[in-house]
Nanobody, 123 residues
Framework: EVQLVESGGGSVQAGGSLRLSCAAS????????MAWFRQAPGKEREGVAV???????SYGASAKGRFTISRDNVRQTLDLQMNSLNPEDTATYYC??????????????????WGKGTQVTVS
């Protein structure tokens, strides 16, 4: 059974930083494209950043220049370092994965496997 478990969420003041982590199990993470999405109340799920199997990243517009995605295929983890946070970053952040040798678009329908999310609140 594929499992993605997020951690690292919390409350932070504007301008602060948080590091999210996603632990994968039940499949070989190194063969999966992995991504972070977020969803704020009343809004659609938004792609934040994606990492190809070789670690090549791509970012959504809201993340560019502030967030960094990284992965460790041995530990089967995916991290998101978030800097210069602002209240608009408040959302539930989700880890997602899809078996793919190439980078997948940051569209929610492209990913079959999802974690349950971790809350980030910026005030």
């Amino acid at each position: 059974e594929v499992q993605l478990v997020e951690s690292g969420g919390g409350s932070v003041q504007a301008g602060g930083s948080l590091r999210l982590s996603c632990a994968a199990s039940g499949y070989t993470a190194s063969s999966n494209c992995m991504a972070w999405f977020r969803q704020a109340p009343g809004k659609e799920r938004e792609g934040v950043a994606v990492s190809a199997t070789d670690g090549s990243p791509s970012y959504g517009a809201s993340a560019k220049g502030r967030f960094t995605i990284s992965r460790d295929n041995v530990r089967q983890t995916l991290d998101l370092q978030m800097n210069s946070l602002n209240p608009e970053d408040t959302a539930t952040y989700y880890c997602a994965a899809e078996p793919s040798p190439v980078l997948k678009p940051l569209e929610a329908y492209e990913y079959r496997f999802w974690g349950k999310g971790t809350q980030v609140t910026v005030s």
